[in-house]
């Protein structure tokens, strides 16, 4: 069997990555849970909404300003869901520490943090309030990589 692939053009809509900022790629909104929620349950949450990371919220010692402290990402899920038979709780499996970005960061100089942290997903922060607005992922930055023209 053999499957044609149309080339897809860009969108006027997206910038290229050379003129990207966060703002442009992000996904708005962030999917939380509480420190005590226990593996099954976040995996609920990502595989109900389709989506491949959820963030630990609670009070840092590190970043008292910033309610998210921690991400689960789908691989850390399943990792734990093998090895350790998903047992766990949110609080012991959360990525820390958190790598944040800014909205009006260059979608190039994130996508370098992520490669420099070795993470897939980044937490959108709002400046001034430091409330977390969004998602940035590894598939965000390739959507823009695909389609950005401008």
Avoid: F, N
């Avoid at 959360?94 to 980044?122: C, F």
């Amino acid at each position: 069997m053999s499957t044609s692939v149309q080339p897809y053009h860009g969108s006027y809509l997206m910038p290229s990555l050379e003129h990207a900022t966060v703002s442009d790629a992000m996904h708005p909104g962030i999917l939380s849970c509480e420190p005590d929620t226990s593996l099954s349950e976040v995996a609920r949450v990502m595989a109900t909404h389709h989506v491949h990371c959820v963030a630990v919220i609670g009070i840092s010692h590190q970043e008292p300003e910033c309610p998210v402290w921690g991400l689960i990402s789908d691989l850390d899920l399943v990792r734990a869901g093998i090895h350790e038979g998903g047992a766990q709780t949110a609080r012991a499996l959360a990525a820390e520490p958190l790598v944040s970005v800014a909205p009006s960061m260059s979608l190039r100089e994130a996508a370098e943090l992520m490669l420099s942290h070795k993470t897939s997903h980044v937490v959108v922060i709002e400046a001034g309030s430091e409330r977390p607005i969004g998602i940035l992922s590894t598939l965000d930055v390739a959507g823009v990589i695909a389609w950005g023209e401008a």
